[in-house]
């Protein structure tokens, strides 16, 4: 296979967010909720709307993916901001959970960095079925460190944004924080994580050739050092024998 067909067979950026189909999904129960919540004045309305859409969504999911996953994961995220809605009463907190989550995995992110962990290298590796061993080299790590803080600064700009918009009360514009600060911010993060995949790719190939390359020449050196070492049988016989040869004639 050449490099050619790995790289057209390489997932692109929007088909690893879902494709345009997923990113419309994953955006439908939000804008259900506000259009509800600012047509009917309802709140209850508003949460049973947007609870419908993403139940809708998830069986939508269930049945192109063959499973049941996708419709839970559809479904769980709008469930606890529904929920977090219906005990507060008040229709900005349908956005809270969402706030808050930024922050934690800002945090993770920006944490992994300090440990030496770049979690934007962690997942990429164990999403893709690869080895750590990029952990290994110094310029690798420092890539992926470089990715990692573009995914943390993604999530405290979310986090920044939307906390003083809820703090404003400014429900509409939630949403549109919401929705303009979710796959945009993610694809320009998702850009700079494979940015840093391909400059470990290419770094790891040019090891792998300067060692296959190495392990060639010390095994030519080897081959002659033997040859320089070991005497010629054949020829050496034919010495002996010359020698024989003479001391008869004597």
Do not use: C, H
């Not at 469930?79 to 808050?100: Q, S």
């Amino acid at each position: 296979m050449t490099s050619a067909e790995t790289e057209e067979k390489q997932p692109t950026v929007l088909e690893q967010m879902g494709g345009v189909s997923g990113m419309l999904y994953s955006s439908l129960p939000v804008v259900v909720f506000v259009i509800v919540n600012f047509a009917a004045k309802n709140l209850m309305a508003a949460i049973i709307s947007a609870l419908a859409a993403a139940v809708v969504i998830g069986v939508i999911l269930a049945v192109r993916k063959g499973t049941v996953q996708p419709a839970i994961s559809a479904v769980l995220g709008v469930g606890v901001a529904a929920f977090i809605a219906y005990r507060t009463g008040e229709a900005k907190d349908f956005f809270l959970f969402g706030i808050w989550q930024s922050v934690v995995y800002g945090s993770a992110f920006l944490l992994s960095i300090i440990v030496r962990w770049p979690l934007a290298g962690v997942l990429w590796t164990f999403l893709n079925g690869r080895d750590r061993s990029w952990r290994a080299d110094k310029a690798t790590v420092r890539d992926y460190d470089i990715a990692t803080f573009v995914w943390a600064l993604v999530f405290f700009a979310r986090f920044v944004v939307q906390r003083w918009l809820y703090e404003g009360d400014q429900v509409g514009w939630l949403a549109v924080a919401r929705l303009a600060m979710g796959y945009p911010l993610m694809a320009v993060a998702l850009l700079a994580t494979v940015w840093a995949v391909r400059r470990a790719d290419k770094r790891l190939k040019e090891a792998e050739e300067a060692a296959a390359a190495e392990a060639e020449a010390q095994e030519v050196l080897a081959r002659t050092a033997d040859d320089l070492l070991t005497p010629d049988m054949d020829e050496l016989q034919r010495v002996v024998d010359a020698e024989s040869r003479d001391k008869s004639r004597d």
